[in-house]
C-alpha cells in the first residue's frame, strides 16, 4: 500500500508479483481456505483501480484477471462483490481497451482478451447456486450507469463467450434487455450493433429456457435493432433459429396459451395466437384518430419470420423435401383475410386496417437470406406469393382512403405515410413475383395521379378554410411526391409511359412554388380533440407540403430538362427557359429558408440542375445559392443522422460535373467560391472524420466515369480535374494525426470489421468508408486509371507532380528538421508515396525538366522512409532513361556542407546500379565513372558516409569484374584487399556490427526497385521496414474493399513479393533495441525493489492537512530542523524550485527568496514539484539583507556562506551549529563583500577539478545535506 502513494509505474511493477506471493501464504492448501481475510488484498487492488495513473489502473486490472487464470483460490462473497463493485467501476474508463504496442490494427486488446478468460474461469468457479444471482448483478450493473461504447462492447463479448450453462430467468432477460435499450442508445452504430449481436449470443448461451416464456423472449428480440445486429441476411439469426428449434417445447408455459393441438411445435402456436391477437381489434367506440404504435406489427412479423425458418429448418433436418407450408400458411391466413376484404368492405375498422397494412409493410420489408436468387429463400418466396392474391384488394383500398374525402384530421397524415409506404413495397412485389398485376398497378397510379392533381386544383369557395380540405392537399401533394419518387426508382416498371405523367408535368410547371397552406381555423368539434394531442404542428405540415412540392419538381426537372415549352401558350407572357430558371431557383433559395434542415434534399437536386444554366447570366444568384447551401450543410455537422444524405446531396451539387465546368470557363467568382467550398470541408474533415471521402469519392467517379451521354462529356469532366487539381493533391496528403481517445475508437472499429461475418453488425450497417485512408486509397486509385497516352490525362499528371514537389519543398522550408511521424514527415512520405505512383506514366521530356528537382529533394534532411522514396523514384528515372547519368554525376561535385547529411541518399542509389544499367548496352564507361566517384567517398571522415560507399563500391565492383573492364587491373588488388579488410573487421564493436547491419538491411539485401514496384510495397510494406506509425500503414484489404472507382482491368502493380513481404522491420543506424527488457520483465520475483519514503507518516498522525499552506508548512517545517536556507540573491527560477525542493526533502526550517513571485514561474514549479507548498517560504529583498541577518544574530543564529574567501573552512572538517542560517550567494558574482562582513564563518566545498565552481543549487544541497547529516549522528548519540 505504501509502494502504491508513489503513483509511479516504474516503482510499482516490481512489487506486483510480491502479491502473487502473498496470495500464496494466505491460503491454506490442506483445507482450501482462506488463513486471513481477503478484503486485504482487495484493498490493494482497489487502491491502484482508483490510481490516477492510467497506466497503473490498466497494470491493477490485469493483475487481479490474471489471478483466476493461474491461481486456484477458494472461494469468497467478499470477491464476487468486489468484482461487481470496483472493478466494474473501473473497467468503465474505455482509455484501458488501448493495443498494446506490438499489436497489429484490428487484435483484440488485451484487457479484451484478459475479460474473456477471467469471466470465463471465475463463473466455473462459482458454486452453482451462486451463478445466477452474479451474472444478474453483473448485467444489472452495465445498466446502472451511463457507460461508454467501447468497454459495453467488451463487456458484452465476455459475456457471450461464457460456456453455455443455464443460469439467467426472467430478470436476467429484462436486465439484458435493459442494457440494449438505456445503455447503448447513444454509441457509434457499429460498436452499439456488435455488442448487441454479443448480447443476443450471451441470451442464448446463458438462459435458463424453462424459466422464460415466448413472449418474454419475443420482447428481448424486439430490443435489437434489424438495422444494426439482428437481420434476416445474417449468421446471428440463423444461430436464433437453431436455437428456438433446439429449445422448442421447453419454454415455461405461458398463461394465455391453449394446446389444443399438441402436434404443433409450441413456438408456432405462440405465433398463431399473437397473429390472431394482433388482428383482433375492440368493437369501435368512434373512429380513434390515432395510428397504433409499430411495436406490435415489428414483433408479429418477427416472430412469423423466425418460427417460419424454424419450421423450414426442422424439416430440412428431417428430410421432408416437397415442404407443404401448413404453419406459414396458418399464420398469414388471418392477415389475407383482412387484405381480402379491404377493397370491398367500406365498414371495417380503422384500427384493424391500419394494423393489417402495419403488418403488410414489415413483411415486404424482409430481406431474404443469404442466397444468390431470391427464389432460393423458399420462406420468402411463399410469403410474396401468398401477398400479391390480395393486391388489388389493397390497391383499391388505399385508392380510395388517399383520393376521397376520407383523411381529415392531422393525425390521418400518419396514415398517409403508410399507405404511400405501400405502394413502392407492392410494385416490387409484383415485378418480383406477379407480372400480370402490373397493368393493374399503372391504372391505381393513373387513378391516383389524376384525383390528386384535380384535389390540389380545388378552389375553396367558402373564406374560412376547413381542416379536412388542407388535409385533403397535403395527401395529394404527399401522393404525387411519392409517384415522382417511384419513376425515379423503378425505371423497369415504365410508369413514364402513362398519360398521367403529362398532366403531372403540366400542373407541376404551372402551380406556384412554396406554396404554402393556410392555417385552418378549428371550429369542427371531432377534429380540435385530436388537434390538442396531435405532434405534429401545422408548421411541420406545410414543411412537407413544400418538401413533397420540391420532390415533383426534381422529378420534372430531371425528366424534361425543358420546362414545360409546350404549355407556354396559356400565359399572357412567355418567359424565357432562363427567366424560368432563374425564378425556380430564387424559389430555391427561398424554400432553404423556409425548411427544416432534414427536409431540403430536393432542393439541391433541382438547383443542381438550374445553376449551370444560370452561372453565366446570374452569378451572383448562383452564388448565394452555393453560400446558403454550405451554410446549412455546416450547421448540420453535429447531427449523426440527417449530416451524411446533406452533405451528399450538397457535394453532388456544388461538385456536378457541368456545375464545375460551367464556373472554371468562367473562372469568375462562383470558380473562386467553389475552391474556397472545397479548403472548407478538406478542414472540416479534419475534425469530422468521412467529409472528405464523400467529396473525392463523388469527383473521382464523375471524372473518370461521367454519367451524362453526350460525347463531350468525357473531355468536360475531365477538365475538371485539371481546374479542381488542388483536390487532388490536398487528397494524396491528406490525413490528420489523431488523439489517443480518437484512435481508440479507430482500433476498436477495425477489430470490429476484422470479425467480418461473425459479427453479424458488419453485414447489417452499411460500410461507409469513413476511415482516413480511403481518401488516399481513392486518389491512388484514380491516378492509377489514368492513361500517359491521353494528352489530358497526361497534363494533369504533369500538373500534379509539380504540385506535389512544390509541397515537398514547402514543407521542407517551414521546417528543415523534423520529429520521425510528425505531421510535417507524414506529409513529406505521402508526397513521395503519390509521386511514385504516377512516376512510370511520365514522359523523358517532362522527367527530363523534374530530374533535378528531385535530386533537390534528396538534399534536404530527410526521415529515413522518406529517403527511401527518393532513392527509389531516382533509381527508376535512371533505369528508364540513362542518359540522365551526368545530371546524376553532378551531385556528387556539390560543396562538402551540401553534401553531409545527403551524400548517403545518392550513394544508395548506387548501391542498386546493376538496375540502373540495365536498359544500358554500353555499360564501362558509367561504371568506370561510379566507380571513380564512389572511391572518393570511401575516405570520407564521416563512418555512415564509409560504410554506404563500401556498399556501393561491393557492388559496382562485382558489376566491373563479371564485365572484366581491365582498366582497373591495376586497381584489383587495392580494392579487393580493402573490401576482404572490411569483411574481416576483427572484434565485436560497433564498426563490425554496422558493416553487417547494413547489409543486411532490407533497402541493400532484399528491396529489389523493379520487381517490387507494387501498391503494398509503397503503402504498407515499406512503410513498415522503415518503422513509420502504424496508422500510415494502408493495407491492401483497404483498395479491395473501397469499391467506389475501381482499378484498371491490366493493373499488374499491386502485391509486393512475399521475400519483403515476410521482413521483419530492422534499421541498421539503430543501437541494439530492448535486448534485456525482455530478460527483467521475465524474472518472477526481484531481490531489491524501489521503495519510496513517505515523509510525513512519521509525523504528527493527528496534523490538519486542511490548513493554509503556508501554516501547514510552518508547522511541518518547526518540528524538522533548525536551519534557514537564504536565497535572495539567487534569480534563477530553476535554481530556486530546485533548492525549494531540496530544502523542504532535508526538513529545513524555511527558504528566503527575493521575491515570492517566483513560486508562480513554470520552470520553479517545474523543478519544486509542490515543495512550496510543504516549506515555509519567506520573502526578503536583497536591500532588506543586512538588516534581516542582523536580526537573525540576535535570535542566536550562526550565519555562514558558502563561498571561496581567504579564511574560508573546508566542508569536511566545519562543523555546523544547531541554529544555521545558510547565505547563497548570486549565480554569477557569489555574495557581494558588503554582505561578506556580516557573515560569521564562510564554508567552501573542496574541489579537485579544473573548472572553478558549482552551480549554487548543487553547492546549497551539499551544505543543507552535510547540515542534515551531521544533525542526525547528534541525534542518535544523545538516544
Not at 452474479?134 to 468497454?151: D, E, G, N, V, Y
Not at 439482428?230 to 433459429?241: K, N
Not at 534536404?860 to 540513362?882: D, M, R, T
Request: proline share 4%.
Amino acid at each position: 500500500m505504501e509502494t502504491l502513494e508513489g503513483n509511479q509505474i516504474h516503482v510499482i511493477k516490481p512489487v506486483l508479483p510480491k502479491l502473487n506471493s502473498l496470495y500464496d501464504h494466505a491460503i491454506s492448501e490442506e483445507k482450501g481456505c482462506w488463513l486471513f481475510h481477503p478484503s486485504w488484498h482487495m484493498c490493494i487492488y482497489k487502491r491502484m483501480f482508483e490510481s490516477e495513473n492510467k497506466t497503473l489502473t490498466k497494470e491493477g486490472i490485469l493483475h487481479f484477471l490474471e489471478l483466476y487464470e493461474t491461481k486456484h483460490l477458494p472461494n469468497s462473497l467478499g470477491f464476487s462483490e468486489f468484482v461487481i463493485g470496483p472493478l466494474m467501476d473501473a473497467l468503465s474508463e474505455s482509455s484501458l481497451y488501448s493495443r498494446s504496442p506490438g499489436q497489429l490494427i484490428g487484435a483484440c486488446p488485451p484487457l479484451g482478451m484478459r475479460l474473456q478468460k477471467f469471466l470465463a474461469t471465475y463463473l466455473m468457479l462459482l458454486p452453482e447456486e451462486e451463478k445466477g444471482s452474479f451474472l444478474l448483478k453483473f448485467i444489472q450493473k452495465m445498466t446502472s450507469r451511463h457507460w461508454c461504447a467501447t468497454p459495453i462492447l467488451f463487456l458484452s463479448m465476455a459475456l457471450a463467450c461464457i460456456p453455455a450453462c443455464k443460469v439467467l430467468g426472467t430478470e436476467g432477460l429484462h436486465a439484458l434487455r435493459d442494457v440494449l435499450q438505456c445503455t447503448m442508445i447513444t454509441h457509434q452504430i457499429l460498436l452499439r450493433g456488435a455488442a448487441q449481436c454479443y448480447l443476443l449470443q450471451t441470451a442464448m448461451h446463458l438462459t435458463d429456457v424453462e424459466k422464460v416464456s415466448l413472449p418474454e423472449v419475443s420482447s428481448f428480440l424486439l430490443s435489437l435493432r434489424p438495422a444494426e445486429s439482428l437481420r434476416r441476411d445474417t449468421v446471428l439469426w440463423m444461430e436464433l433459429c437453431s436455437w428456438l428449434q433446439v429449445n422448442d417445447g421447453c419454454f415455461r408455459k405461458s398463461i394465455i396459451s391453449d394446446f389444443e393441438h399438441q402436434e404443433t411445435s409450441s413456438l408456432c402456436q405462440y405465433v398463431r395466437s399473437l397473429v390472431g391477437e394482433y388482428l383482433k381489434t375492440p368493437a369501435s367506440e368512434g373512429e380513434n384518430c390515432f395510428m397504433p404504435d409499430w411495436f406490435e406489427a415489428k414483433l408479429v412479423a418477427t416472430m412469423t419470420l423466425l418460427a417460419a425458418d424454424v419450421e423450414r429448418m426442422r424439416n430440412k433436418y428431417s428430410g421432408k423435401s416437397n415442404i407443404e407450408w401448413i404453419e406459414l400458411e396458418a399464420f398469414l391466413n388471418p392477415l389475407l383475410d383482412v387484405l381480402m376484404k379491404l377493397g370491398s368492405n367500406v365498414y371495417i375498422p380503422t384500427l384493424k386496417t391500419d394494423k393489417s397494412l402495419q403488418l403488410l409493410l414489415k413483411l415486404l420489408q424482409t430481406r431474404s437470406l443469404k442466397c444468390s436468387n431470391t427464389q432460393d429463400d423458399r420462406v420468402l418466396f411463399f410469403i410474396w406469393k401468398s401477398l400479391v392474391t390480395p393486391v388489388e384488394s389493397i390497391l383499391d383500398f388505399l385508392l380510395r382512403r388517399l383520393t376521397t374525402n376520407e383523411l381529415s384530421t392531422v393525425g390521418d397524415l400518419d396514415r398517409c405515410d403508410l399507405y404511400l409506404a405501400l405502394i413502392p413495397e407492392i410494385v416490387n412485389l409484383c415485378l418480383q413475383v406477379s407480372r400480370k398485376k402490373v397493368p393493374f398497378i399503372k391504372n391505381f397510379i393513373l387513378s391516383l395521379t389524376n384525383a390528386s392533381i384535380s384535389n390540389l386544383q380545388e378552389r375553396n369557395s367558402e373564406e374560412e378554410t376547413k381542416l379536412k380540405d388542407q388535409i385533403k392537399k397535403v395527401a395529394g401533394m404527399a401522393s404525387l411526391a411519392a409517384v415522382c419518387e417511384m419513376m425515379d426508382r423503378k425505371p423497369e416498371a415504365h410508369l413514364e409511359s402513362l398519360p398521367s405523367v403529362d398532366a403531372l408535368k403540366r400542373f407541376i410547371s404551372f402551380s406556384q412554388f412554396n406554396e404554402v397552406l393556410k392555417k385552418p381555423s378549428y371550429t369542427e368539434e371531432k377534429s380540435s380533440l385530436c388537434e390538442e394531442t396531435a405532434s405534429q404542428g401545422w408548421g411541420k405540415i406545410v414543411a412537407r407540403y413544400v418538401h413533397d412540392q420540391w420532390i415533383c419538381l426534381r422529378f420534372i426537372l430531371n425528366s424534361f430538362p425543358m420546362l414545360a415549352q409546350d404549355y407556354e401558350d396559356t400565359s399572357e407572357r412567355p418567359l424565357s427557359t432562363t427567366e424560368r430558371s432563374r425564378k425556380i431557383l430564387q424559389s430555391a433559395l427561398e424554400a432553404l429558408t423556409i425548411l427544416p434542415s432534414d427536409q431540403v434534399l430536393p432542393v439541391f437536386s433541382c438547383m443542381k440542375v438550374l445553376v449551370p444554366k444560370l452561372l453565366d447570366s446570374s452569378e451572383a444568384l448562383c452564388i448565394e445559392a452555393f453560400d446558403l447551401a454550405w451554410k446549412i450543410t455546416s450547421s448540420l455537422s453535429n447531427t449523426q443522422l440527417i449530416f451524411w444524405s446533406n452533405l451528399k446531396a450538397f457535394v453532388q451539387f456544388i461538385f456536378d460535373i457541368e456545375v464545375l465546368a460551367v464556373a472554371a470557363s468562367a473562372k469568375g467568382q462562383a470558380y473562386a467560391k467553389i475552391k474556397e467550398i472545397i479548403f472548407k470541408l478538406i478542414d472540416m474533415s479534419t475534425t469530422k472524420t468521412g467529409v472528405f471521402n464523400v467529396v473525392l469519392s463523388h469527383c473521382c467517379q464523375s471524372w473518370v466515369f461521367p454519367t451524362v451521354d453526350e460525347r463531350s462529356a468525357l473531355t468536360n469532366a475531365f477538365l475538371n480535374a485539371g481546374n479542381y487539381g488542388e483536390l487532388i493533391t490536398e487528397a494524396c496528403v491528406f490525413g490528420t494525426v489523431f488523439r489517443r481517445d480518437q484512435r481508440l475508437i479507430q482500433d476498436v472499429h477495425a477489430f470490429i470489421e476484422n470479425l467480418g461475418e461473425k459479427c453479424a453488425a458488419n453485414v447489417v450497417t452499411e460500410s461507409t468508408n469513413r476511415d482516413d485512408h480511403y481518401v488516399r486509397v481513392c486518389v491512388i486509385k484514380f491516378l492509377c486509371l489514368l492513361d500517359g497516352s491521353n494528352i489530358l490525362h497526361k497534363t494533369f499528371m504533369e500538373d500534379i507532380f509539380t504540385k506535389l514537389l512544390d509541397k515537398d519543398e514547402m514543407v521542407s522550408r517551414s521546417r528543415t528538421r523534423y520529429y520521425a511521424n510528425s505531421l510535417q514527415h507524414r506529409i513529406k512520405n505521402r508526397v513521395w508515396q503519390a509521386l511514385l505512383v504516377l512516376l512510370p506514366k511520365l514522359d523523358q521530356n517532362f522527367l527530363c525538366g523534374t530530374l533535378d528537382r528531385i535530386f533537390q529533394a534528396g538534399f534536404s534532411n530527410n526521415q529515413a522512409s522518406v529517403k527511401y522514396f527518393i532513392e527509389w523514384i531516382i533509381i527508376l528515372s535512371l533505369h528508364k532513361y540513362p542518359q540522365f547519368l551526368n545530371k546524376f554525376w553532378d551531385c556528387f561535385y556539390y560543396d562538402e556542407e551540401k553534401l553531409k547529411t545527403s551524400i548517403c541518399t545518392f550513394l544508395s542509389v548506387l548501391a542498386h546500379f546493376d538496375i540502373v544499367l540495365q536498359n544500358t548496352l554500353e555499360k564501362k564507361p558509367d561504371l568506370k565513372k561510379a566507380l571513380v566517384v564512389v572511391l572518393q567517398w570511401c575516405f570520407n571522415h564521416n563512418f555512415s558516409v564509409r560504410l554506404y560507399a563500401l556498399v556501393a563500391l561491393k557492388k559496382i565492383w562485382g558489376m566491373c569484374k563479371m564485365l572484366h573492364v581491365e582498366e582497373f587491373e591495376a586497381l584489383t588488388p587495392v580494392i579487393e584487399s580493402s573490401l576482404q579488410q572490411v569483411e574481416n573487421m576483427h572484434g565485436t564493436g560497433n564498426a563490425r556490427r554496422n558493416w553487417q547491419r547494413i547489409q543486411d538491411h532490407y533497402f541493400f539485401a532484399t528491396f529489389h526497385p523493379l520487381e517490387d514496384y507494387s501498391l503494398e510495397a509503397i503503402f504498407h510494406t515499406l512503410p513498415r521496414l522503415s518503422e513509420l506509425a502504424e496508422d500510415e500503414w494502408i493495407s491492401l484489404s483497404k483498395f479491395d474493399r473501397f469499391t467506389d472507382v475501381p482499378l484498371p482491368p491490366a493493373f499488374q502493380w499491386y502485391h509486393s513479393r512475399t521475400e519483403l513481404r515476410d521482413l521483419k522491420p530492422s534499421d541498421w543506424s539503430q543501437q541494439d533495441m530492448g535486448s534485456n527488457s525482455a530478460e527483467t520483465d521475465s524474472q518472477p520475483e526481484w531481490t531489491d525493489v524501489q521503495k519510496k519514503i513517505i515523509p510525513w507518516k512519521s509525523s504528527t498522525p493527528s496534523l490538519d492537512l486542511e490548513m493554509v499552506i503556508q501554516d501547514r508548512a510552518a508547522k511541518l517545517g518547526k518540528s524538522n530542523s533548525r536551519l534557514i536556507v537564504v536565497a535572495s540573491l539567487i534569480d534563477k527560477p530553476t535554481n530556486l524550485g530546485g533548492l525549494c525542493r531540496t530544502s523542504e526533502i532535508f526538513g529545513a526550517s524555511a527558504l528566503v527568496v527575493g521575491s515570492l513571485h517566483y513560486i508562480q514561474d513554470k520552470q520553479f514549479q517545474h523543478l519544486s514539484v509542490s515543495a512550496e507548498q510543504w516549506l515555509p517560504l519567506v520573502e526578503v529583498k536583497p536591500s532588506q539583507l543586512v538588516d534581516y541577518l542582523q536580526q537573525k544574530k540576535m535570535e542566536g543564529y550562526t550565519i555562514i556562506g558558502v563561498e571561496q574567501t581567504a579564511k574560508s573552512f573546508d566542508l569536511t572538517e566545519y562543523c555546523f551549529p544547531e541554529k544555521s542560517l545558510l547565505l547563497l550567494g548570486n549565480e554569477h558574482e557569489g555574495i557581494p563583500a558588503n554582505l561578506i562582513h556580516h557573515l560569521d564563518v564562510c564554508v567552501e566545498i573542496p574541489q579537485q577539478g579544473i573548472i572553478r565552481s558549482l552551480n549554487v543549487h548543487v553547492s546549497g544541497a551539499l551544505l543543507i545535506w552535510e547540515y542534515t547529516r551531521q544533525q542526525v549522528i547528534k541525534q542518535k548519540q544523545q538516544k
